[in-house]
């Protein structure tokens, strides 16, 4: 997608928008800065006028002169340093409020919106984009600084004589249209530098994530490296080039200008009738005045990046705009408690349609009741909508018709946050956190004996809640997965495949001693499986087929589990 093809000034008027939201809530701070700038600046241009003014006094100069100019000089220095340290505060006030506010809209995203994003474009928009829009920010008031300079020495130079002031306009007036030219152009070329940093990423965590593969598959790995990874980075520089040589071509037609006007100026001194002190002050001002000429142009290229960036940013923020309420900083409402049963009420969801049109997968109706204190097994082939269905009981996935009931009351949406918590979840990509059961909440104090039982004490222990290592083995991490879900201490704990990576003698302890185990505590346990020596263990088991319950049926233990199953 082409980020360049929306309308600009709607655009450059909403990120003004969103910079000065973004300043807000530090406005006193940026206020205060920028109104100190522009004094130093309004100080630098009146100091340039002393300064001329001095050096055509015809007797030299006396005390309060001199008093004037270190007062004018004073000013001039302070707000400037003033306006640069109030900036940097704001600026990183500015940042972090930026990265936490886009962090807190991913947790607060309803799952099947992350689940659309692809990761890399997720994370290169949260490093480049996030930065581009402060870095913007962060300059605003030595903008407002450089701005307040210019129109000072303006202001100047209108007093010294109109004819040199308009004559200056006409130059910035063609300097504008020139950069404006090329500033369409540079556009583009970030907008593509964009979409080639999200390549780039996606090619990093191939080379990251795909290590192992690359390593044996020498015609992917050159790919890889030669074609996909390497054109997108020279795509990056190839682009930036062209942007910033149309930026100096600009530059330099810029300062050109500057300097034919002062040739002209010099040119047309006896036609115009100038004084010499008009001269010589327009002359000085001139010089000063491009600096921070150069400074308001050359935010251009930043101001460029700035606006593909914040496009991003608002269409990451618009994806990720949950509604939902998910406490973050405060601890939200009661945890529910579970007392009988959950009951999924004729509920459906359907994926969306993909992108070749084709409709998306449905899961539903279904109505299904999962009962503390049992073992349910949800057993199907692939594809056929059990993790689907899970991530429906788990209310991941707002049901598109149909209730969830708890205990015979309907979860209305504002609780659907407290009602997750009645779980506890090992997905087949689970993440494994290493600080062991509820935060805050201390560990139970059989931790330490399940990591026997799970045979994986010799490997890891806890040093305060936390695992003193995780590098383990595939089945290994999984069992500290397990542990984890189990010392949540929630009523219902949900398993996705979790038997599938563990051998046949620590799969058969799952079954037979785990899984009863945790019944006997009470708790619900909702297990995806293929193993079907095993569904015996299940109170029920329910057939997936096509996205609906096609049986629910009880099967007999076998002989050789019924002693250890506890049925
Ligand atoms: N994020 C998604 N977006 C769109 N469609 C999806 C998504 N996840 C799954 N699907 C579709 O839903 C169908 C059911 O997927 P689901 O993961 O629920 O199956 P499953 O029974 O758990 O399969 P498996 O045994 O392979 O884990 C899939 O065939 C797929 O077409």
């Not at 899961?363 to 899970?390: A, C, M, Y």
């Not at 946050?417 to 935060?439: S, W």
Request: aromatic share 8%; proline share 5%; hydrophobic share 50%.
């Amino acid at each position: 997608m082409n980020d360049s093809k929306q309308d600009p000034n709607q655009d450059r008027f909403a990120l003004l928008c969103a910079a000065l939201g973004l300043l807000r809530p530090f406005w006193p701070t940026a206020l205060a800065a920028t109104l100190l700038g522009v004094a130093g600046g309004l100080a630098t241009a009146a100091l340039l006028a002393q300064v001329n003014r001095g050096l055509q006094e015809p007797g030299g100069v006396g005390a309060g002169f001199f008093l004037a100019f270190a007062g004018l000089c004073g000013l001039s220095v302070l707000g400037k340093a003033a306006a640069g340290v109030g900036n940097s505060l704001t600026g990183q006030k500015v940042i972090a409020a930026l990265r936490k506010d886009i962090a807190a809209r991913i947790l607060r995203a309803p799952v099947a919106a992350i689940e659309r994003q692809r990761i890399h474009r997720l994370v290169a928009s949260l490093v480049n984009d996030v930065e581009a829009v402060s870095v913007f920010t962060f300059n605003v008031s030595g903008y407002a600084v450089a701005l307040a300079v210019t129109l000072g020495c303006f202001g100047y130079l209108l007093a010294l004589s109109p004819a040199l002031l308009l004559l200056v306009l006409l130059a910035v007036a063609t300097g504008v249209l020139v950069t404006h030219h090329a500033r369409r152009a540079w556009m583009e070329d970030y907008a593509d530098v964009r979409d080639a940093q999200d390549d780039l990423q996606k090619q990093y965590r191939a080379i990251t994530e795909g290590a192992k593969e690359l390593r044996v598959d020498r015609p992917r790995r050159r790919r890889v490296f030669g074609v996909l990874l390497g054109g997108a980075v020279d795509r990056i520089a190839r682009r930036k080039s062209h942007a910033m040589r149309l930026f100096w071509t600009a530059d330099a037609v810029g300062s050109g200008l500057f300097f034919l006007v002062i040739g002209v100026a010099l040119l047309l001194r006896e036609r115009l009738a100038l004084e010499p002190a008009a001269v010589s002050g327009f002359a000085i001002v001139l010089l000063y005045v491009k600096g921070p000429i150069d400074q308001l142009v050359g935010a251009l290229p930043a101001l460029g990046q700035a606006q593909v960036a914040f496009r991003r940013v608002a269409r990451l923020a618009a994806d990720f705009d949950g509604r939902e309420p998910v406490a973050l900083e405060e601890p939200g409402g009661p945890t529910p408690e579970l007392r009988h049963a959950i009951a999924l009420d004729g509920v459906r969801y359907a994926y969306p349609a993909g992108e070749d049109g084709r409709p998306g997968f449905t899961v539903g109706p279904i109505d299904l009741e999962i009962r503390r204190g049992e073992i349910l097994f949800i057993v199907g082939d692939n594809g056929s909508g059990k993790t689907t269905l899970i991530k429906l009981l788990l209310g991941l996935y707002a049901p598109q018709a149909g209730a969830i009931r708890l205990d015979g009351r309907p979860v209305a949406e504002a609780a659907r946050d407290d009602y997750r918590q009645l779980f506890a979840t090992v997905f087949t990509d689970y993440y494994l956190f290493d600080e062991v059961g509820t935060p805050g909440a201390g560990l139970p104090s059989e931790a330490e004996r399940y990591l026997e039982r799970l045979d994986i004490a010799h490997k890891v222990s806890l040093r305060d809640g936390v695992f003193s290592t995780t590098d383990l083995s595939t089945g290994q991490r999984k069992r500290l997965a397990l542990l984890n879900a189990w010392a949540a201490g929630r009523p219902v704990i949900v398993f996705d495949e979790w038997a599938a990576d563990q051998d046949p003698g620590f799969r058969h302890l799952f079954y037979t001693e785990l899984l009863p185990d945790l019944r006997r505590q009470g708790r619900a346990l909702v297990v995806i499986s293929h193993d079907d020596r095993y569904f015996g263990v299940a109170d029920r088991v329910v057939h997936m087929a096509d996205g609906r319950i096609a049986l629910v049926s009880a099967p007999a233990v076998p002989e050789d589990i019924a002693g250890n199953a506890g049925r």
